[in-house]
């Protein structure tokens, strides 16, 4: 089993920063891949990124590109989630999830292809 507790959403303006963090506790060398997804209220959960533990390929959804980076720190055991340039329409909660499997980059943008999910991270962004 594989925990996962996410931190650091909060209230910006439009424009700012934020910076997410998903520590993973558990059978973390069991790991493939760990990604992020948000939600906002009325819609469907959606694919934000995803980094495969051992290696750190990264992919984005269009939405986050050029804006958000994920990375990892192995020795912490801690997904982050690093998003600039926010937008209104980044308000959602963020959800970080893993999964053992070995997933290709298209099925990694599933999110029923994950075993592990966090609580979720308000984040909202003023206009």
């Known amino acids: 089993q594989v925990q996962l507790v996410e931190s650091g959403g909060g209230l910006v303006q439009a424009g700012g920063s934020l910076r997410l963090s998903c520590a993973a506790s558990?059978?973390?060398?069991?790991?493939?891949?760990m990604g992020w997804f948000r939600q906002a209220p009325g819609k469907e959960r959606e694919f934000v990124a995803r980094i495969k533990w051992s290696g750190g390929s990264t992919y984005y959804a269009d939405s986050g590109k050029g804006r958000f980076t994920i990375s990892r720190e192995n020795a912490k055991d801690t997904v982050y989630l690093q998003m600039n340039s926010l937008k209104p329409e980044d308000s959602a909660v963020y959800y970080c999830?893993?999964?053992?499997?070995?997933?290709?980059?298209?099925?990694?943008?599933?999110?029923?292809?994950?075993?592990?999910w966090g609580q979720g991270t308000q984040v909202t962004v003023s206009s």
């Open positions: 999830a893993a999964t053992p499997r070995v997933i290709s980059t298209v099925q990694a943008m599933d999110d029923r292809r994950y075993d592990y």
């Open positions: 558990g059978r973390t060398f069991s790991l493939y891949t």
